[in-house]
Nanobody, 125 residues
């Protein structure tokens, strides 16, 4: 069973930075594609960034491209989301997610089978 535990959320002013961490454990996690999603109040969950288990290929939503960076420490099974130049519209609960081992690289939430509990990010104007 895969477990994902996010940390690093908090309150930050516009233009500030935060780094989210996702500690992953469980069978096959090192061979899973990993993603970050977010959900703001009253809105649907949306894709933020993903990193593949092969070659660490990355993909970003247009809204965060150039400001957010996803990375993984394969030795520690930790996935990071470095968020810079934060904006009020980035305010949301951020979730870490994993696909099945050896699964397809995806930006769709339905392709991810394991989810963390989420961490709140609030950006004040």
């Amino acid at each position: 069973q895969v477990q994902l535990v996010e940390s690093g959320g908090g309150l930050v002013q516009t233009g500030g930075s935060l780094r989210l961490s996702c500690a992953a454990s469980g069978d096959g996690i090192s061979n899973s594609n990993m993603g970050w999603f977010r959900q703001a109040p009253g809105k649907e969950r949306e894709f933020v960034a993903a990193i593949g288990w092969i070659s660490s290929i990355t993909h970003y939503a247009d809204s965060v491209k150039g400001r957010f960076t996803i990375s993984r420490d394969s030795a520690k099974n930790i996935i990071y989301l470095q968020m810079d130049n934060l904006k009020p519209e980035d305010t949301a609960v951020y979730y870490c997610a994993a696909t099945q081992p050896f699964g397809h690289y995806s930006v769709r939430s339905t392709d991810y089978v394991s989810w963390g509990q989420g961490t709140q990010v609030t950006v004040s104007s």
